[in-house]
């Protein structure tokens, strides 16, 4: 196998038609997790939480290593360990935990609040300082969520709010770690996403045969239902995620999450016939507004557009007068030279 090490990978400039089909691409990963859900009530075998997580990611990240022949080296193993832990391992408990205890609605709810807890932590981690456009459209998200999925009565479990919580914590922990380490320098994609895979699947595998015990048989169905879950699902789900994290400011590509509750509501609306009321359309309607205006900056357009301004003399002021950083291409933090 050939054993990699050295610095990560740069985030990507380019054209803006560039950067929105990252990161259409990159939403694809939360809209595909939407429907786990679904496939997990119709498809699988009932009250195998841990062993659908291990599923889902053990077997894709051994296929991976099998592949690419590539294992880490040095400081990359325990930071793959760790966020494969993050990303993976700890999310997936964390997240049935969550559903097996609380009501879906307030699940998915408490999951809304990451692009808020990815903007402190990049603020910490990466000094992305967040702006008041994006927390405000962070709020907006969680509101348009709960307004999607809070129907009925609802209850509160204490452990079920913790892990929920836990799980959003999880993931946003890993997502910044994600962006401020890069990927080693001639690591594929491809091979990143099967480290953490391997790394989350051997953290599940135990723990579903301790708390679950041996594996059921399985039918057609929940055969059909792990090869979705695993392939699209997790592997290349996972995929197109790791590159938005990498290549995009990494406080807009966490509001592409609340795509996730979105998409499992419309599936159920669609497929399950499960009603869609009125608040519920404007919740929808809602959090798709705050992912798509947590992907622009309006303060950075005004001061363009105050560039272009005439100068006294009644010329246009010269375009390299007014130096615009963005959040995306700000250089990177001086503790983060050495990954």
């Not at 832990?85 to 999310?91: E, Q, S």
């Not at 499992?264 to 309607?285: M, R, S």
């Not at 009644?314 to 007014?322: D, L, M, R, T, Y």
Request: net charge positive.
């Amino acid at each position: 196998m050939t054993w990699i090490s050295a610095a990560g990978s740069s985030a990507a400039g380019g054209s803006p038609a560039r950067t929105w089909s990252l990161t259409g691409l990159a939403a694809l990963a939360p809209a595909t997790w939407g429907t786990t859900y679904l496939v997990t009530t119709e498809f699988l075998p009932p009250d195998r939480p841990i062993l659908s997580g291990a599923i889902r990611a053990l077997p894709a990240g051994l296929i991976v290593l099998a592949m690419t022949r590539t294992l880490p080296r040095g400081s990359w193993w325990w930071r793959a360990a760790l966020l494969g832990t993050l990303n993976i391992g700890a999310f997936f408990a964390l997240l049935f935990v969550a559903a097996y205890r609380l009501p879906g609605g307030v699940a998915a709810t408490l999951s809304a609040v990451q692009p808020l807890l990815v903007a402190g932590l990049a603020f910490g981690l990466l000094g992305e300082r967040p702006t008041r456009w994006r927390l405000g459209w962070g709020v907006a998200g969680v509101v348009g969520v709960a307004m999607m999925v809070l129907q009925g009565e609802l209850g509160f479990d204490p452990i079920g709010l913790v892990a929920g919580l836990a799980g959003a914590g999880a993931m946003s922990a890993g997502v910044v770690l994600t962006k401020r380490w890069g990927r080693p320098e001639g690591v594929s994609l491809l091979t990143f996403t099967g480290w953490q895979l391997t790394a989350g699947g051997l953290l599940l595998a135990p723990l579903a045969l301790a708390f679950e015990g041996m594996p059921p048989p399985l039918d057609l169905s929940a055969v059909a239902g792990y090869l979705w879950l695993g392939g699209v699902g997790t592997l290349l789900a996972y995929m197109l995620w790791f590159q938005g994290v990498a290549r995009l400011p990494v406080a807009a590509v966490s509001f592409l999450g609340l795509l996730s509750p979105a998409v499992a509501t419309i599936l159920g609306w669609l497929v399950l016939n499960e009603t869609l009321t009125a608040v519920q359309t404007i919740g929808f309607v809602l959090a798709l507004l705050s992912i798509a205006a947590a992907q622009l900056s309006p303060p950075a357009f005004g001061k363009s557009n105050r560039s272009k301004s005439p100068s006294p003399s009644g010329e246009p002021a010269p375009q390299a007068a007014v130096v615009e950083e963005s959040e995306g291409s700000r250089p990177a933090p001086a503790a983060t030279a050495h990954r």
